[in-house]
């Protein structure tokens, strides 16, 4: 499989944006971490009103820095891949557009700024500074079990949604408009938010026989909750694979949870450390 050659300086850029194992990566990675908190941060304060206006000056230059750094690093994380599509296209690659470009939009559509907070998925990378990355096994036996529970858990919720519509329906009919069930669709409303335990209280049946089903319904919702807990939990139960990864990710396709003692990607089959050897 043929790659493109990476120059030194491409390469050591790599591992300090793409390496969180490394002393200077780490600190790239704690530095990004502390620039996304900042930026949340002016933007929470930026909606608070009272403060002086030179306050709100900073905030906006302040945004700015931040914003051009963090332009500056998406521009590296593709300059620094042989296969620059595969970062862009990945999940990491498109929070880190959608928290560079709401500044950039403002002076388009007003108001546009406030969507810098979406960079707080960005501290999803806290996982590599912390190495949570090597138990990423155990988080893949949880997204396969919420994946090959979908179909018991989409016919229960089917069931669930049955019940609500014909609990709803008897409900209408039971109280009648006068105790604020003004429809069937208000109904179900009620009807889902004491199933899931919530209880507004902004409708409540006065009737012993309406009171009589609300509290059948509430039993219900305890039932209820337990079910898909218990269908992930058993399909869960049944992985028992458990994989040690690191955070290094491929120069040539920028894949990522390599085994700590692999060499090659197992994606492309990239030589992972070819400085090393």
């Known amino acids: 499989m043929s790659s493109k050659p990476h120059s030194a300086w491409r390469t050591k850029l790599h591992d300090i944006i793409y390496e969180a194992d490394t002393p200077m990566g780490k600190l790239f990675d704690v530095v990004l971490l502390i620039l996304i908190l900042l930026s949340v941060l002016f933007v929470m304060l930026e909606s608070v009103s009272g403060f002086p206006d030179y306050i ?4 906006y230059y302040g945004e700015w820095v931040i914003t051009i750094f963090f332009t500056l690093e998406y521009i590296a994380r593709i300059i620094t891949v042989n296969r620059p599509s595969r970062y862009i296209f990945s999940f990491y690659g498109i929070i880190d557009l959608l928290s560079t470009i709401p500044l950039y939009l403002s002076f388009i559509l007003a108001g546009s700024n406030y969507l810098l907070t979406v960079r707080a998925l960005r501290l999803l990378r806290v996982f590599r500074i912390l190495k949570i990355t090597r138990y990423v096994g155990e988080s893949n036996k949880l997204v396969r079990a919420l994946l090959h529970s979908r179909a018991k858990i989409f016919i229960f919720l089917f069931a669930v949604v ?8 008897l409900m209408y009919l039971i109280e009648g408009e006068d105790s604020g069930f003004k429809s069937i669709p208000m109904s179900i409303y009620w009807c889902i938010v004491t199933l899931t335990t919530v209880g507004y209280g902004d409708i409540h049946p006065v ?16 039932g ?9 939990s058993a399909e869960y139960a049944r992985s028992n694979e458990y994989v040690h990864v690191n955070s290094y990710a491929c120069k040539n396709c920028n894949a990522s949870r390599h085994r700590d003692d692999a060499i090659f990607c197992h994606k492309c089959g990239e030589e992972l450390h070819p400085d090393e050897f």
């Open 224 to 232: 209820i909750i337990a079910v898909p807990t218990g269908i992930i």
């Open 207 to 222: 009737t012993p026989l309406g009171q009589f089903l609300a509290a059948i319904i509430m039993i219900m919702g305890y």
């Open 162 to 169: 049955i019940v609500c519509i014909i609990a709803g329906t």
């Open 56 to 59: 709100y000056e900073w905030l």
